[in-house]
């Protein structure tokens, strides 16, 4: 067991009772043409998830926030030219995820210690 899990323990909660439970792994995706139209989509992102790539953003969203986010997004993009993608991901599934190599953080990282 690392020091983080010994320090910060995972604690049983009820079936369907855990923290973001109606919530959903949504994988969001751009390529946008413009860079003035780039840097607000990015900026957007970054409210609403984790940086994973260059222009690929881990969101952990329930439906009405990923309704807002999308909204937003579609008022910043040109849609002749540039191009959003959402999957969205169920929770069995994310647990399942696997990742290799390094990441690109985030530019902001908040951390709560209560």
């Given at each position: 067991?690392?020091?983080?899990?010994?320090?910060?323990?995972?604690?049983?909660?009820?079936?369907?009772?855990?923290?973001?439970?109606?919530?959903?792994?949504?994988?969001?995706?751009?390529?946008?043409?413009?860079?003035?139209?780039?840097?607000?989509?990015?900026?957007?992102?970054?409210?609403?998830?984790?940086?994973?790539?260059?222009?690929?953003?881990?969101?952990?969203?329930?439906?009405?926030?990923?309704?807002?986010?999308?909204?937003?997004?579609?008022?910043?993009?040109?849609e002749e030219n540039d191009r959003l993608v959402?999957?969205?991901?169920?929770?069995?599934?994310?647990?399942?995820?696997?990742?290799?190599?390094?990441?690109?953080?985030?530019?902001?990282?908040?951390?709560?210690?209560?």
């Amino acid at each position: 067991m690392s020091w983080f899990e010994e320090a910060f323990p995972i604690l049983p909660y009820e079936r369907g009772k855990q923290p973001g439970a109606k919530q959903m792994l949504i994988l969001l995706g751009y390529d946008i043409a413009n860079q003035k139209r780039l840097a607000k989509v990015a900026k957007t992102c970054e409210d609403y998830g984790l940086r994973v790539q260059y222009s690929f953003f881990e969101c952990h969203l329930d439906d009405d926030s990923f309704d807002t986010l999308w909204l937003k997004l579609l008022d910043l993009i040109d849609e002749e030219n540039d191009r959003l993608v959402a999957y969205r991901i169920d929770a069995k599934s994310a647990k399942s995820t696997l990742t290799a190599g390094t990441m690109v953080c985030a530019e902001k990282a908040v951390c709560y210690l209560v």
